[in-house]
């Protein structure tokens, strides 16, 4: 009896060894491999490309529909511009619109930009109007800045002045504009002390209506542009840079009133979004449900391991379990999700974060398309790129992080020295693009010409700097980058040839019991499975191997199909809880 107490608790340690064995297996197969093995239909393949699909459509439209919001805005800030600046020839210098040098054409740019918003209705060529600023007034608002008090006489070199700054601001409205010009000119407001004013700001309100979208057969767009003008005297170098900032905001429109087929095509689009919605939740639940189901495939195999061998998995084998395409497309769900309600919001003009939108459901169509290299990857002449990044990345962020140090170091460095005499340098982001540009070869000549001769010792400085960066970067530690991902390529074409390092994971999946094993119920809600099949009249044969007790609430269970045995036990006695079996 106790023969046959041990031989029942090995039988069961090996059907929990097979059992778990057949598991992995089938949890690494491929799509195409599961359905083989089980006629199981690959329902998250088949909603991947559906969504590949719909997530694209709808990206293209909405990006068309962004394509005329982001049109407007230019055209007319472009508009504002040269209505409004006097002289402006419709190239900006730098990052500034225009420039003035004369107290004569100050005044004339000021009055200018004044006067043109006073006859904005008779010479603007857009669907604009006026819109109402601080306390709901229409007009628009001029500020200046400048110092207290003070004198100056350069001739003496004599300076007395108030380092502190006063503000003083007047409300022109249509009213006061209508009136008489010289009413308003002649005010002491503009009466302005140059060499202490730092600067003039006009600000003002404008509405407009972005008709064009009715051609796409969509609701249009009512927005509101915040313009400022700024008259800069900060330097006092005899130059007041004009800066033109116009920021436009989408409102709801609180009249809209459009007949035709614009409604009805409205409806057809926010129809097609809701389905979007549905083809990404679906995916998203089949996706956490293999996370889930996953994780508990890897607590079965971590306590079998420890349990049989007495040592832990390692962490190689254990992140194998952790599918990181899922939690690519899970991310890639819920941003699409959001965007598509975001974008739904927007068409009914419920809402105007067109910026917001354009981002989740630009990040959620790129990772859907980086997702289908996943599929690519189940076939060994696509799968080089994937094993080559997955290989290289390590070595790859390390060595980055050594180069980073160096690269800062260079980019403080020029612009504390070389930010005074080029322009690319004036400041920590243009000199850091700068220096990428270079270690990819762009823009080299233009960087060492365009260097100011005016110090010969920061000209000779900035030769070395600049030799010294190119040399170090394009034939040092780039070709090095390079050396590091091609030594990972030849590694993985290597392994290709020879085979790819047995882990323990991979040894125990590839062990082969020396009995002959069974075949499965093609079910996937079974774990395990029970082998029965009758030798005669008065007894069963079994085999150990091919055997899956399987014990629920209605009993044991048992799939057909099993094939001869090769270990014969004889069932002598059979109870509710255990099978009492002899050899």
Not at 191 to 217: A, M
Not at 496 to 515: H, R
Not at 523 to 551: I, N, P, Q, W, Y
Request: proline content about 1%.
């Amino acid at each position: 009896m106790m023969a046959s107490r041990d031989s029942m608790a090995h039988l069961d340690s090996e059907v929990k060894e097979e059992c778990l064995r057949e598991d992995l297996k089938f949890y690494f197969m491929n799509p195409c491999e599961k359905f083989r093995a089980r006629q199981q239909i690959p329902w998250k393949l088949c909603l991947q490309i559906l969504k590949i699909v719909m997530v694209t459509t709808q990206l293209v439209r909405f990006g068309l529909s962004n394509q005329l919001v982001v049109a407007f805005k230019e055209e007319n800030a472009a508009a504002f511009k040269h209505l409004f600046l006097k002289g402006y020839s419709g190239t900006d210098e730098d990052d500034y619109s225009c420039s003035v040098y004369t107290q004569e054409d100050a005044y004339e740019s000021i009055f200018f930009a004044i006067n043109q918003y006073h006859r904005l209705r008779n010479i603007s060529l857009g669907t604009l109007g006026y819109g109402e600023s601080e306390g709901n007034r229409i007009g628009l608002k001029v500020c200046k800045q400048h110092y207290k008090k003070g004198t100056m006489f350069p001739s003496n070199e004599t300076l007395n002045i108030d380092s502190d700054i006063k503000i003083d601001c007047i409300h022109l409205d249509l009213q006061a504009l209508s009136q008489s010009s010289q009413d308003w000119k002649n005010s002491s407001f503009f009466s302005l002390e140059f060499y202490r004013l730092l600067q003039v700001e006009i600000s003002f309100q404008l509405k407009g209506i972005d008709l064009q979208t009715i051609h796409s057969r969509e609701l249009p767009d009512c927005y509101v542009f915040q313009n400022t003008i700024t008259f800069d005297n900060n330097a006092h170098s005899g130059k007041i840079k004009i800066y033109f900032d116009s920021d436009a905001n989408i409102e709801e429109c609180k009249d809209l009133t459009i007949s035709g087929s614009i409604q009805k095509n409205t409806q057809y689009v926010l129809v097609f979004d809701a389905f979007v919605i549905v083809i990404c939740l679906a995916s998203l639940i089949l996706c956490t449900r293999s996370i889930v189901l996953a994780l508990r495939l890897r607590k079965r195999f971590l306590n079998f391991f420890l349990e049989k061998y007495k040592r832990q998995v390692c962490d190689a084998d254990q992140w194998e379990f952790v599918n990181g395409w899922y939690v690519l497309v899970i991310t890639s769900d819920l941003m699409t999700v959001i965007g598509s309600v975001l974008k739904m919001e927007i068409k009914a003009k419920n809402l105007t974060n067109y910026n917001l939108c354009s981002i989740l459901l630009g990040t959620s169509t790129l990772f859907v398309w980086v997702g289908v290299i996943r599929y690519l990857g189940y076939f060994q002449a696509y799968n080089v790129l994937i094993l080559t990044m997955q290989a290289s990345l390590p070595k790859v962020l390390r060595f980055c992080a050594c180069a980073g140090m160096i690269y800062l170091g260079y980019t403080f460095c020029g612009w504390i020295v070389l930010g005074p005499y080029h322009n690319k340098f004036q400041n920590l982001n243009t000199v850091a693009e700068c220096l990428f540009s270079l270690v990819n070869g762009d823009d080299m000549y233009a960087t060492f010409a365009h260097i100011q001769q005016k110090s010969l010792l920061v000209w000779l400085f900035s030769r070395l700097y600049l030799y010294s960066f190119i040399s170090l970067f394009i034939y040092m530690i780039l070709s090095l980058f390079i050396a590091l991902i091609t030594d990972s390529y030849d590694t993985i074409k290597k392994y290709q040839q020879n085979g790819f390092p047995v882990t323990d994971l991979q040894e125990f999946l590839k062990e082969s019991s020396s009995k002959e094993k069974c075949q499965k119920e093609s079910s996937a809600f079974l774990s395990r499975v029970c082998c029965l099949r009758s030798a005669g009249g008065k007894s069963a044969v079994l085999t150990a191997t091919e055997m899956a007790l399987s014990k629920g609430d209605r009993g044991w269970t048992a799939p057909q199909n099993c094939q001869k045995h090769a270990v014969k036990l004889q069932i002598i006695s059979r109870s509710d809880d255990h099978l009492i079996l002899v050899n």
